[in-house]
């Protein structure tokens, strides 16, 4: 099961409340106040971790609260500070307050620490309110309560480039004959039901593209028919969208129509997605008549397409080294 969104109640821990005490030891007359501070309740922390990879353990665990501090005890002891609930997120989680519809947290980097709730202040024992003209006061003050609030968790993945098209158009296969990934293949569509993220290596050069599958789209994906509405806020980060195009006409479809839908889809979820650099591959040259649908695709773009077969594992080189020269350029490493 793949959870990208869900919803959880955060509390953080309430300051531990102040001690009332005095000193009392033989041959110590009116040894006066000793009762010790309250501890600090504990903070809620996100915490950025690179190997999580979805959501899935706060869909059924939605309650995550902070230890309380320990009260303050006499002789002047501190209570103890409660225990932090440090939550561990996937990176490109965002943290929406449900209150108000704000993001409020955004964690990008492994490692990256966020105190999203802070603990509550612990209390004030009487030690603190001696005074010259109340040498035995009886005030303390109690610990304050921890933040609280109710949060969207929404995950969307870091990766390089975005593949999306159409059903059937061999987004799975291409993915497992390019990275580590190895998502489920068959011949039939909505195989893929969740993102499947995979590293392209160079072995050359010693680097990676991290490549995010996208579940196939459909005509009025953008009116939530079908799965990839769910999932294109997966690759509103990417650099580049690397549109796969099935030329072999499956179920009778036109490679240029299927071109032409992509578009509107991507550009009816958000123009700014739409707006971002891509590269057209046609896959299944090998078919019969893929040939006359491949011209046709490029009296449409109007621009370059890389040609490949994922079955005959043909023209993967080259799309290889086209995402090297457009995303890992010499001078970006230097």
Known sequence: MFIDETHISLRAGNGGNGCLSFRRE?????????????????????????????????????QWNAKNGQPGAGRNKHGANGDDCILTLPPGTQVVDTSTERIVAELTVHGERVVLLSGGKGGLGNINFKTSVNQ????????RPGATG???????????????????????????????????????PFTTLHVNVGAI??????????????????????????????????????????ILVDTAGTDGRKPAADYKCLL???????????????????????????????????????????????????????????????????????
């Open 150 to 188: 109710d949060f969207r968790l929404v995950l969307k993945t870091i990766a390089d480039i975005g593949l999306v098209g159409f059903p059937n158009a061999g987004k799975s296969t291409l993915t497992s004959l390019l990275t580590n990934a190895h998502p489920k293949v068959a011949a039939y």
């Open 26 to 62: 033989k041959f110590i007359p009116k040894g006066g106040p000793d009762g010790g501070d309250g501890g600090k309740g504990g903070d809620v922390i996100l915490l950025c971790d690179e190997n999580e990879s979805d959501l899935v353990k706060y869909r059924f665990q939605p």
């Open 264 to 334: 509107h889809e991507l550009e009816c979820y958000s123009k700014e997605l739409a707006a971002k650099p891509r590269l057209i591959v046609a896959n299944k040259m090998d078919a019969p008549g893929s040939t006359k649908n491949f011209t046709a695709l490029k009296r449409t773009v109007g621009g370059d397409i890389l040609p490949i077969s994922c079955l005959d594992a043909t023209g993967l080189d080259a799309l290889r080294d086209k995402l090297h020269e457009l995303l890992l350029p010499p001078n970006a490493r230097s």
């Open 201 to 242: 290596y160079f072995p050359q050069t010693h680097e990676k593209l991290f490549l995010a599958d996208i579940p196939g789209l459909i005509e009025g994906a953008h009116k939530n028919r079908g799965l990839g509405h769910e999932f294109l806020r997966h690759i509103e980060r990417c650099r580049l969208l690397l």
């Open 136 to 143: 035995a006061p009886r005030k303390t003050t109690p610990g």
